[in-house]
C-alpha cells in the first residue's frame, strides 16, 4: 500500500493531530474562564457572607434574631471552600437556636414558636389536619405573622422528629395529629 491510499497515512494523522491539538487549546481556555467565574463567585460569596453578619448583627441589636438556619446550612454545606475559622467563630458567637428563640420571644419577639402555635393548634383539633388547614387556621389566628405552607410542613415535621406529632398519609395527602405519646 502507498501512503496516499493509506487511511491512517501521514495526511489523516495531521488533521486529527491538529483537531486534537485544536480541542486542548479550547479546554484549557474554558478552564481558565471557568477558573475565573469561580473566582469571581467565592468573591461575592465572601462578600454576601459579610453583608448577612452584619444584617444578623443588626437584627440582634433590634431584638429580632429569628434567622433561617436551614439556608444558612445548605449554603455552608454546598460551599466546602469555606475556612472552618469562621464557621467556628460564627458558630459560637451565635446563640443556640432553642435559646433564641425563647429568649427573644418572652422580651417582646414575635410571640409563639411557630412548632408552639402548631401543636396548640392540633391539640384541639379532633381529626387529623393537612398542613393547609394548619396555615390557614394560623394565618388567621395570627395576621401578623407570614407564614407559608413550606414553613408549616417543615415545623410539623420537626414536631414528628421529636415525637410529639403523628404523621399520617390519606391519599396523597399528609395529615398531622397531635402523637399519643405526648
Known sequence: ??????????????????????DIEENEADQLRVQAQI????????????DRELLTSMSA???????????T???QAAVPSQ????????????????????????????GAALTDLIHGYLSEEPEPRSTSEILQS???????????DPLVRTSAERLVARGKLERSKRGS???Y???TAD
Open 39 to 50: 473566582q469571581a463567585l467565592q468573591e461575592q460569596l465572601v462578600s454576601l457572607r459579610a
Open 1 to 22: 500500500m502507498t501512503t496516499e491510499t493509506d487511511p491512517t497515512g501521514p495526511g489523516l494523522k495531521a488533521r486529527y493531530a491538529s483537531k486534537v491539538a485544536g
Open 73 to 75: 446550612r445548605t449554603v
Open 138 to 148: 394560623l394565618a388567621g389566628a395570627h395576621p401578623e405573622r407570614q407564614i407559608s
Open 173 to 175: 395527602s399528609v395529615l
Open 177 to 179: 395529629t397531635v402523637s
Open 83 to 110: 475556612p472552618a475559622r469562621k464557621t467556628a467563630t460564627r458558630a459560637s458567637a451565635r446563640p443556640k437556636a432553642g435559646k433564641r428563640r425563647s429568649s427573644t420571644r418572652g422580651a417582646g419577639g414575635k
Open 61 to 71: 441589636a433590634l431584638g429580632d434574631v429569628t434567622l433561617p438556619d436551614k439556608a
